[in-house]
């Protein structure tokens, strides 16, 4: 679905990506480590064309993206992408109905009883009913990522790109977006490219896992490849976040 290759970049005079390359397969999830400042937040900005790399190209579905224009890469993203931002990033002056049909909204010629029925079908997805009416100032933290969750897949997407998704919430909730987000994607077959700190997430989640380190890709595998890796960069990285098992 993606390809990376040889990707650059220098932001304000230091080289964040030193040549990046990874491929992430269709209809899978894709999970990238990496401690702060390794560039992930970026690497993930440009893979929805919100940052253009200084060499090398990204390829979408066969779509070479380095020679895209503004307006050819927002058709893109309206085309392909779904974004869910960290801790839910919801409109607070909207409620519940209007975050997730937000997008069509603004971008489609829907009318009003096809929005709603597409909200709704979101909803259900993701486990709340009833809650239209609310404003996120009324939700709890995982009520607000599911909603998220909702919106970021209202336009049924190709790609779901997730940072840091479960940051900020606790064990029990954490465990319980993570289910969510397993389900929904083999529900909907998106390819989800996850970034995050939460190493145990991840390795749930991900049936490939890729660690960024020092602006490249030094390790790819299954959840199970990365915890025997032999690379002591990634058993430093395991070990000091906690991973022990």
């Not at 990046?20 to 893979?47: C, F, M, N, P, Y």
């Not at 790399?53 to 224009?69: A, H, R």
Request: aromatic share 4%.
């Amino acid at each position: 679905m993606i390809d990376i290759t040889h990707l650059h970049k220098t932001l304000d005079g230091q080289h964040v990506l030193k040549g990046v390359d990874l491929t992430i397969e269709r209809g899978k999830t894709t999970a990238i480590i990496g401690s702060s400042g390794a560039g992930k937040s970026v690497l993930l900005k440009h893979i929805i064309g919100l940052l253009r790399p200084d060499s090398g190209k990204i390829v979408i579905d066969g779509i070479d993206t380095t020679s895209l224009n503004d307006r050819k890469w927002m058709e893109l993203r309206k085309e392909k992408f779904g974004m869910l931002f960290q801790e839910g990033a919801l409109f607070d002056s909207m409620n519940v109905f209007e975050n997730i049909a937000f997008f069509l909204v603004q971008h489609t010629h829907l009318k009003k009883d096809a929005i709603k029925e597409k909200v709704q079908e979101k909803l259900k997805i993701v486990g709340l009913k009833g809650v239209e009416s609310k404003m996120p100032s009324e939700l709890s933290g995982g009520m607000k990522r599911r909603v998220a969750l909702a919106r970021a897949i209202i336009a049924d997407p190709q790609i779901l790109l997730l940072d840091e998704p479960t940051a900020g919430l606790d064990p029990v909730i954490c465990a319980s977006i993570i289910d969510l987000f397993k389900r929904t994607q083999e529900r909907l077959g998106i390819t989800f490219v996850m970034v995050t700190h939460n190493i145990l997430s991840g390795f749930s989640i991900a049936q490939k896992v890729a660690m960024l380190h020092s602006g490249r890709i030094i390790a790819t595998g299954t959840a199970d490849e990365m915890k025997s890796s032999e690379d002591p960069v990634v058993q430093s990285f395991l070990k000091g976040v906690g991973f022990t098992g």
